[in-house]
């Protein structure tokens, strides 16, 4: 029993993906003095460029990958995970040099200090593994006409597929403490519509079947020269970025809870990842 309870005040344990994974304590929780133990401090985390792991894509771009990263290091901040600058270090060490150089005055609670920027216990590597567009289609349409009044309508749906592959890395051992696939469809639909009525087919019968007089005959030329119609269309196209975004939302509520929550959301994204592989284990034909 007492080397059981020393293995557990040097390791704490977290289940991911059905494995029991040890950790060093020190990863969620630090010893601030000799006197206070056991005392909680939030991890940091930083978040580097983004890579394109789904080979080529003609919208992917150096900014694009920056911009991935940022948005991530918001969605992160906007849930209470601390994020340390690492995309912009070149204007945070910049405020600090105004400070050395006397430029800003170095006494005042504001100005900038050196040696006082927080580093990150966790890393969170990121990058897109896929992004395919098309890849389902669906379409309807109809159509009626009668005496020379009618319709037609047609509408249908495209989705696109994005896979995102995240990593959280203990900056001082090295050690991936957790991973998880994003994986989603954006849709995009339209719908057109579309009438029309003409008095000729109706006039035509009339003349044809009926005896009419010179006047009658003439009246019914002109009306059958009536014609109209309208027709109106919609289209609902979900943007990469807002469908990326809303993947990297998912990957952000994954990161708070592995670093920050720790508690049942494990099991929950467990469900999800088995529920995941099991659909893209399903989409192949084995032999």
Same mark, same amino acid.
């Given at each position: 029993?007492?080397?059981?309870s020393?293995s557990l005040a040097l390791f704490? @344990?977290? =289940?991911?993906?059905?494995q029991?994974i040890?950790?060093?304590?020190g990863?969620f929780w630090d010893?601030?003095d000799? +006197?206070? #133990?056991?005392?909680?401090?939030?991890?940091?985390?930083?978040?580097p460029?983004?890579?394109?792991?789904?080979g080529?894509?003609p919208?992917?771009?150096?900014q694009v990958s920056r911009?991935l990263a940022?948005?991530?290091?918001?969605?992160?901040?906007?849930?209470?995970?601390?994020?340390?600058?690492?995309?912009?270090?070149?204007e /945070?060490l910049?405020?600090q040099e105004?400070?050395?150089?006397?430029i800003?005055?170095?006494?005042?609670d504001n100005?900038?200090?050196k040696?006082?920027?927080?580093g990150?216990k966790?890393?969170i590597?990121?990058?897109?593994?896929?992004?395919?567009?098309?890849?389902?289609?669906?379409? #309807?349409?109809?159509n009626?006409?009668?005496?020379?009044?009618g319709?037609? #309508?047609?509408?249908?749906?495209?989705?696109?597929?994005?896979?995102l592959?995240?990593?959280i890395?203990?900056?001082t $051992?090295?050690e991936?403490v957790g991973?998880? $696939?994003?994986?989603?469809r954006?849709t995009?639909t339209?719908?057109q519509?579309?009438?029309s009525?003409?008095?000729?087919?109706? =006039?035509?019968?009339?003349?044809r079947?009926?005896g009419?007089?010179?006047?009658?005959?003439? @009246?019914?030329?002109?009306?059958g020269t009536?014609k109209?119609?309208k027709?109106?269309s919609? +289209?609902?196209?979900t943007?990469?970025?807002?469908?990326?975004?809303a993947?990297?939302?998912?990957?952000a509520?994954?990161?708070?809870?592995?670093? /920050?929550?720790?508690?049942?959301c494990?099991e929950?994204?467990k469900r999800k990842d088995?529920?995941?592989r099991s659909? $893209?284990v399903?989409t192949?034909?084995?032999?």
């Open positions: 029993m007492k080397l059981f020393s704490g @344990a977290i =289940t991911l993906g059905g029991f040890a950790l060093p304590v990863a010893k601030k000799s +006197s206070e #133990s056991n005392a909680y401090v939030e991890p940091t985390v930083s978040v460029d983004f890579k394109n792991k789904a080529r894509l919208w992917w771009s150096d911009q940022d948005v991530l290091s918001n969605e992160l901040s906007n849930i209470g995970v601390k994020v340390v600058e690492r995309q912009n270090l070149k /945070v910049s405020e105004l400070s050395e150089l006397g800003v005055n170095k006494s005042g100005a900038a200090q040696g006082q920027m927080k990150a966790f890393i590597l990121g990058g897109v593994s896929a992004y395919d567009e098309g890849v389902e289609n669906k379409s #309807s349409g109809k009626q006409e009668f005496l020379g009044f319709g037609s #309508s047609s509408s249908g749906q495209s989705k696109a597929y994005v896979a592959d995240l990593r890395v203990n900056s $051992t090295g991936v991973s998880r $696939t994003v994986e989603g954006a995009s339209f719908n519509e579309s009438s009525r003409s008095l000729a087919p109706a =006039t035509g019968i009339i003349r079947n009926f009419v007089s010179r006047t009658t005959g003439l @009246a019914l030329d002109v009306a009536y109209s119609g027709s109106s919609e +289209s609902n196209i943007p990469k970025s807002k469908a990326i975004r993947a990297l939302i998912s990957g509520d994954y990161v708070n809870c592995v670093l /920050v929550v720790r508690d049942d494990i929950e994204f088995s529920q995941r659909n $893209t399903n192949l034909e084995f032999d």
